[in-house]
């Protein structure tokens, strides 16, 4: 089974930095796009950013597009998210999630960490 694992959440002020890193293990990383998604408390679970198998391609939803970069290192098996400018409505529980053909939203992504908690203070 794939297994993945996030970490570097925390609390950061508005306009600060936070970098995110999703471990991957039990599968064949290379053969995953792998994307970031977010969930405030009260409502839906919203797409952040992903990239493909290569890293060749990536995509970010609007509120995040100037900001966030997402990266991988298929060496490592790990992906990170390296969060700048960070606002206030940036506040959520981020997880990452893997799968053969996902892209900008859930369809795609079968296997799904745990989360990591981002607090931006104002």
């Known amino acids: 089974q794939v297994q993945l694992v996030e970490s570097g959440g925390g609390l950061v002020q508005a306009g600060g930095s936070l970098r995110l890193s999703c471990a991957v293990s039990?599968?064949?990383?290379?053969?995953?796009?792998v994307g970031w998604f977010r969930r405030a408390p009260g409502k839906e679970r919203e797409f952040v950013a992903t990239?493909?198998?290569?890293?060749?391609?990536?995509h970010y939803t609007d509120s995040v597009k100037g900001r966030f970069t997402i990266s991988r290192d298929n060496a490592k098996n790990t992906v990170y998210l390296q969060m700048n400018s960070l606002k206030a409505e940036d506040t959520a529980v981020y997880s990452c999630?893997?799968?053969?053909?996902?892209?900008?939203?859930?369809?795609?992504?079968?296997?799904w960490g745990q989360g990591t908690q981002v607090t931006v203070s104002s």
């Open positions: 999630a893997a799968g053969l053909s996902g892209w900008d939203g859930i369809i795609g992504y079968d296997h």
């Open positions: 039990g599968g064949t990383f290379s053969s995953y796009n």
């Open positions: 990239i493909t198998w290569s890293g060749r391609n990536t």
